[in-house]
C-alpha cells in the first residue's frame, strides 16, 4: 500500500485576479518535491482512539475546503506562499497502535525532507505519531533534544493500558524521550491530580486558559521560554482548547480561548526557528455549527504558515 493517498486539487473560488486565495497557492506534490517548498500539508485523517466523540477522521478534507477559499494576505506578515499538500497518510486498519506505527513510517519521510510539516488531523493519537520520528537523531535537518508546545485544554499525558487513545499521547513520547513539554490553554476541572502531578513532577509547563486570558503574549512566550534549549518544537493544536462556543471538537468544554487568542500564538510559536512540524487536531466536522470551528482550525493553519515568515 502506497504511504500517501494521492493529494487533492486545489481549485480557487473567486474570479478576481487580484482576489488570492489558497486555492491558488497550494500545489499538489510528491514526497520527492517536498524540498521546493517551504510547507507541506499532510492529512492524517484517523479518529480510532478518541475518548469521546467521533468525526475527527473528516478533518482534513474539511479544513482543505474551509482553506481552499481563505485569502492569503496577512496584514504584517504579508501574503503566504511556497505550500504543497502531499495528500493523506494512507490508515491501515487495526489496533491504535499499528495505526500510530504506520503513521509514523509515513510523517518519518516527510521530517527527513527540507520543509515543514502541517498535519491536518485526525484525532489526538497521531500526535505521538506525528511528532516521534522528531525523537530519532537520524531523521529531519535539525536533530537532537525536542519540546512541544500544545494548545490544549487537557494534558493528554495518560497512561497507555490496553490500547493508546487521544489522551495519551505526551504520555507516551515522554516514555519515548521527549525532552519538554508546555501546555498553552488548560483548562480547571479537565485532568485529575495524577496526570497534573505527572506533569510538574516532570518540569513540564502549564500555561491555563485564564493566564491566557490576562496577556496572550506572554504565554505563548513562557511556553516557549520553558521549553529551555531544545534543538527542535514541535507545535500542536487541538481545536478543543477554544471555547465551546466552537462545537466541532471530540471534547468541547466552557472557558476555553479565543480564536484570536490562538491565532495570536500560533503566529509567535511559528515565528521560533526551532520549529520542525505544526499539526491541528480533533477537528470533527459532522458535530460542528456552521462550520464555524472548521474555518477557525483553516484559519489557525494559515496563521502558522503566516508565522513561518516572519
Not at 500539508?41 to 479544513?63: K, M, N
Not at 483548562?187 to 516532570?202: C, L
Not at 486558559?209 to 518544537?233: I, K, T, Y
Request: glycine fraction near 8%; charge should be negative; proline fraction near 6%.
Amino acid at each position: 500500500m502506497s504511504v500517501f493517498l494521492d493529494p487533492p486539487t486545489w481549485e480557487p473560488t473567486s474570479t478576481d485576479p487580484v482576489d488570492d486565495q489558497f486555492g491558488h497557492v497550494v500545489e499538489g506534490a510528491t514526497l520527492d518535491g517536498a524540498d521546493a517548498y517551504d510547507a507541506v500539508l499532510v492529512g492524517v485523517p484517523y479518529d480510532g482512539a478518541v475518548i469521546s466523540r467521533q468525526g475527527a477522521s473528516e478533518g482534513p478534507a474539511a479544513i482543505r475546503e474551509s482553506l481552499v477559499l481563505t485569502k492569503t494576505h496577512h496584514f504584517d506578515a504579508g501574503p503566504v506562499s511556497s505550500v504543497a499538500d502531499l495528500g493523506d497518510v494512507a490508515i491501515p486498519e487495526g489496533p491504535t497502535a499499528v495505526v500510530q506505527s504506520a503513521i509514523a513510517d509515513a510523517t518519518r519521510e516527510v521530517h527527513d525532507a527540507d520543509t515543514t510539516p502541517i498535519f491536518l488531523g485526525g484525532d489526538n493519537s497521531t500526535t505521538y505519531a506525528n511528532a516521534n520520528p522528531l525523537l530519532d537523531a537520524d531523521v529531519g535537518a535539525a536533530t537532537g533534544s525536542l519540546g512541544v508546545v500544545s494548545f490544549d485544554a487537557h494534558l493528554d499525558c495518560r497512561e497507555v493500558r490496553e490500547d493508546p487513545t487521544s489522551g495519551s499521547p505526551y504520555r507516551q513520547l515522554h516514555d519515548d524521550g521527549l525532552d519538554a513539554l508546555s501546555v498553552v490553554g488548560a483548562r480547571h476541572f479537565e485532568t485529575s491530580t495524577g496526570y497534573h502531578d505527572f506533569a510538574r513532577d516532570n518540569d513540564y509547563e502549564i500555561v491555563t486558559a485564564e493566564e491566557v486570558g490576562d496577556d496572550d503574549v506572554d504565554a505563548v512566550d513562557r511556553a516557549l521560554d520553558a521549553l529551555g534549549d531544545v534543538d527542535q518544537v514541535y507545535v500542536s493544536v487541538d481545536v478543543d482548547v477554544l471555547d465551546a462556543t466552537y462545537p466541532g471538537s471530540s471534547a468541547p468544554t466552557p472557558g476555553g480561548i479565543t480564536a484570536r487568542e490562538l491565532f495570536r500564538m500560533v503566529r509567535v510559536a511559528a515565528s521560533d526557528d526551532r520549529v520542525a512540524g505544526f499539526e491541528v487536531v480533533e477537528t470533527a466536522p459532522p458535530l460542528d455549527e456552521n462550520d464555524r470551528t472548521v474555518d477557525a482550525a483553516a484559519r489557525t493553519v494559515a496563521h502558522f504558515l503566516a508565522g513561518l515568515q516572519v
